[in-house]
């Protein structure tokens, strides 16, 4: 197995946006990344149009994180998301 790219298995890693563990626990080295409720906020600011060029022949969009949302999932009602550090729909910081 080629380890080069794989994460020591004591590594935590938290959601850099709203702080939750998104894998591990225990006390060692931290990394960040996004959770999935995160993810899913992120992908709400998107145009919906945008979504669908990307989206794969299924109907999803893989992140890099390897979460899929079915297009449906993603909420496109215009309402802001709920991120701290994201800035809402005026402009101003969450």
């Keep these: 197995m080629d380890t080069r790219f ?7 890693v938290v959601c850099a ?3 939750a563990v998104v894998r591990g626990g225990a006390a060692g080295p931290v990394s960040h990344g996004i959770c999935r409720e995160c993810a899913r ?9 945008y979504l669908e060029a990307i989206a794969d ?8 994180s390897g979460y899929r949302f079915p297009l449906a999932e993603v909420r496109q009602d215009g309402s802001p998301p709920r991120l701290p550090g994201f800035p809402t729909a005026k ?3 969450g």
């Design 6 to 12: 794989s994460s020591p298995p004591d590594l935590t």
């Design 17 to 19: 946006w709203c702080e």
């Design 41 to 49: 906020s992120f992908l709400e600011r998107l145009p919906f149009a």
């Design 57 to 64: 022949d299924d109907g999803t969009v893989t992140l890099l």
């Design 91 to 93: 402009g101003e910081g």
